[in-house]
C-alpha cells in the first residue's frame, strides 16, 4: 500500500472520528421501499393526476364526440353535479343504508364465530368459510341470482304478499329495496371479516366480570362488547360503505333506469357510451373527495384516529 492512500485513509478516518455512526441497516431499508413508492406512483399518483387534469378538460371546437383538448376549464365542475346531483346523492344513501343493514345482520354473526363458537377450531372455520364463500363464485352471477330470487312470481314476493307487507300487484323488483339487499349481500363479507378479527381478541373473562357484578347481557355488551369491537366496526363499515358508493353492477341489474341510477352507472356511461370524459373525471373526482372526507370525520368521531 503506497504512503499516498494511506494518508487519505488516515484523513478520512480522522473527518469522520467526530460524526455519529451511520444507522445500520438505513440505506438497505430505504432501497426496500423503491418498490412500493414506485407502485404508488405509478398505479395512484399518476392516475389520480390524470384523471385530474381530464375533469379540466374543454371540447374542441368544431371537433368530433370524445375530442378534447387540455385546458383549466372549471365550469365543468358545477355544470356536472348541477346535472347528476340527485345520482350522487342517491349513491351514498344507498350505500349508507346498505352498510347499517349489514352491519345489524353481520354483527350478530362475527359474534357467534368468535365468541360463542370460541374453542371449536373446527366450528369456527366452518363458519368463516361460510362467511367467505360467496367470493367464489361470480359478482355479477350472484347479483342475477338476487334478480331471479327478487322477481315478481318468486317465493320471496309471494311470501311478503301472503303477510300482506306487500299489496296484491306490489313488487321489490326494480326498487330501491332491491338495490339496497343487492348491495348489502354482496358487501356483508367485507364487514363480518373484521368484526370477527376484533371481537376474537376480546378476553372472555372481561365477560364474566361483567356477570359477576351483575350486569345485565344488555348492559355488558353495551358497556364492555360494544367498545371493545368499534375497531372492527369501524373497519368493517368503511370497508362496506367505501365500495358500495362507487357500485353500479347492483344498481343496473336489480334496479331500474329512472330511480335506482347511481353514480357509478353515470360515470360508466359518460366514459364508455357518451364519451364524455371530462364529465366523467368530474364525478370521479367528487365521489373520491366526498368519501375522503366523510371517512376522514368519521373515523375521528368515532375515536379510532389510527385507523387512518
Not at 432501497?31 to 399518483?45: A, C, E
Not at 364508455?272 to 368519501?291: E, G, K
Request: hydrophobic share 55%.
Amino acid at each position: 500500500m503506497s504512503a499516498a492512500t494511506v494518508l487519505r485513509r488516515s484523513r478520512a478516518g480522522t473527518a469522520l472520528a467526530g460524526q455519529p455512526p451511520a444507522p445500520a441497516g438505513g440505506r438497505g431499508a430505504r432501497r426496500l421501499l423503491v418498490p412500493g413508492v414506485l407502485y404508488l406512483g405509478v398505479f395512484f399518483v399518476l392516475p389520480v393526476g390524470t384523471l385530474l387534469a381530464t375533469s379540466l378538460y374543454a371540447p374542441v371546437p368544431g371537433g368530433e364526440l370524445g375530442q378534447y383538448t387540455p385546458a383549466l376549464r372549471w365550469q365543468n365542475y358545477p355544470e356536472a353535479l348541477g346535472a347528476f346531483w340527485p345520482q350522487l346523492v342517491r349513491s351514498f344513501a344507498f350505500a349508507g343504508a346498505a352498510t347499517v343493514v349489514a352491519l345489524v345482520v353481520g354483527y350478530p354473526m362475527a359474534y357467534v364465530i368468535a365468541v360463542r363458537a370460541r374453542g371449536r377450531r373446527t366450528l369456527q372455520g366452518l363458519l368463516v368459510v361460510l362467511v367467505v364463500a360467496p367470493f367464489f363464485t361470480s359478482f355479477i352471477l350472484r347479483t342475477i341470482a338476487w334478480k331471479q330470487i327478487l322477481a315478481d312470481g318468486g317465493a320471496v314476493v309471494g311470501a311478503l304478499r301472503w303477510l300482506h307487507v306487500l299489496p296484491p300487484d306490489g313488487r321489490v323488483s326494480a326498487t330501491s329495496a332491491a338495490v339496497v339487499v343487492g348491495l348489502t349481500y354482496s358487501f356483508l363479507p367485507f364487514m363480518v371479516l373484521p368484526l370477527f378479527a376484533a371481537l376474537e381478541r376480546l378476553d372472555p373473562r372481561l365477560l364474566e366480570a361483567g356477570a359477576d357484578l351483575y350486569a345485565a347481557p344488555a348492559t355488558t355488551f353495551r358497556r364492555v362488547t360494544l367498545p371493545l369491537s368499534m375497531p372492527g366496526v369501524v373497519a368493517g363499515t368503511l370497508l362496506t360503505f367505501i365500495p358500495a358508493v362507487g357500485d353500479y353492477v347492483n344498481s343496473s341489474l336489480l334496479g331500474n333506469s329512472t330511480t335506482t341510477v347511481m353514480i357509478g352507472q353515470v360515470v360508466d356511461a359518460r366514459f364508455f357510451r357518451l364519451l364524455d370524459y371530462p364529465t366523467a373525471a368530474v364525478l370521479s373526482v367528487v365521489l373520491m373527495v366526498t368519501i375522503l372526507v366523510l371517512v376522514t370525520a368519521y373515523v375521528r368521531r368515532a375515536g379510532t384516529e389510527d385507523l387512518v
